[in-house]
């Protein structure tokens, strides 16, 4: 995440600076210092956080940390942006939204896919009506247990419940439940069930999520990580009165229009640094110039739903 995804564009977006890191691995913490030109590198958060010259904190360990890393930053007065999913449940989230607002300290989550130009295009043909009133998501992620989407790392702790809140789809769902939020608004019913078919793992590898939108949008979502190779799958619909979009969350950034006057496709390539378009806007946030580009309380919205899955 920090070697390509992020770190980088904390230097690259407009009054914006990267001036210390921290990895309880003192050896990698300092060769990542190195190697980005980082001024200065800690083994300890405590350390970074009282680090004077910091003046706003990047949260992207596990997410059972990021709770507690982020109300000790706001207690140093310190801005947050933290990973996604923010907490390990809805209740965490409450408890940052109670902090934030407690201390007056700005936090923004790393929903990073608000300002890609794929969602945005999609935001912009909804909002014009190009496939009319919307009646319908269908989401699929589909994925044997040989493919990973998500990074390798030595200790695999996103299928550790404790460390991640749930399995894979707690590390991949938030991307893809928080564009629907930031679509349609904020979820008016949801329900879901989680299962553990392939006993691989102690997480659940299958979930089901039924939601329901504003003007009677209806969702239904399934997310396996127990299917075999040949029946891999990443597919998005929204279909409308007047036609639907097509499209991928993880793979491609291609996006097919479907309506009367037949079939457009799109390629939207991302950036370098694929997070920083919404850095950029949460640099400027917490600089008190734009509103929230990404807030708690709409985090919220999919910790809930995340949350009625698991019970």
């Known amino acids: ?35 980005h030109a980082v001024p ?4 300890t958060a405590k350390e970074l956080i009282a680090d004077p010259e910091v003046n706003a904190i990047y949260i992207a360990t596990p997410p059972a940390y990021h709770e507690e890393y982020a109300i000790k930053a706001a207690g140093e007065g310190k801005p947050v942006y933290i990973e ?64 990973n989407l998500v990074a390798e790392t030595k200790e695999n702790w996103r299928i550790n419940p404790g460390i991640s809140g749930g399995g894979l789809f707690h590390d991949l769902a938030p991307h893809q439940l928080d564009i629907l939020c930031w679509l349609f608004g904020e979820p008016l019913n949801y329900e879901g069930i989680s299962v553990n078919q392939g006993k691989r793992y102690p997480a659940p ?31 998005c619909e929204i279909f409308g009165d007047k036609g639907k979009l097509q499209f991928s969350f993880f793979r491609q950034p291609e996006l097919r229009r479907i309506t009367g006057l037949g079939m457009k496709e799109m390629i939207l390539p991302c950036p370098e640094h694929i997070q920083q378009p919404l850095i950029a806007d949460v640099v400027q946030y917490f600089r008190g110039k734009i509103h929230n580009p990404s807030p708690l309380e709409e985090a919220l919205w999919t910790m809930k739903m995340m949350d009625s899955t698991m019970k």
């Not at 690259?12 to 003192?26: F, P």
């Not at 200065?40 to 083994?43: G, K, L």
């Not at 902090?99 to 295009?121: D, E, G, T």
Request: charged share 30%; proline share 4%.
């Open 40 to 43: 200065r590198w800690y083994d």
């Open 84 to 147: 996604k999913p923010v907490t390990l449940d809805a209740d965490g989230c409450k408890r940052l939204i109670r902090a934030s607002q407690q201390m007056k300290i700005p936090m923004s989550v790393a929903h990073y896919r608000r300002r890609l130009p794929l969602f945005l295009k999609i935001k912009e043909l909804i909002a014009g009506g190009i496939i009319g009133r919307v009646r319908l998501i269908t989401l699929r992620l589909l994925q044997s247990p040989a493919l």
């Open 205 to 235: 590898d299958t979930t089901h999520l039924e939601v329901g939108f504003k003007d009677d949008i209806r969702m239904t979502g399934i997310w396996s990580f127990n299917v075999n190779d040949n029946s891999i799958e990443d597919s």
């Open 1 to 35: 995440m920090c070697e390509k995804k992020s770190g980088p564009a904390f230097s690259k977006v407009t009054d914006s600076a990267l001036v210390a890191v921290m990895r309880r691995n003192a050896g990698l913490a300092e060769d990542y210092a190195r190697r």
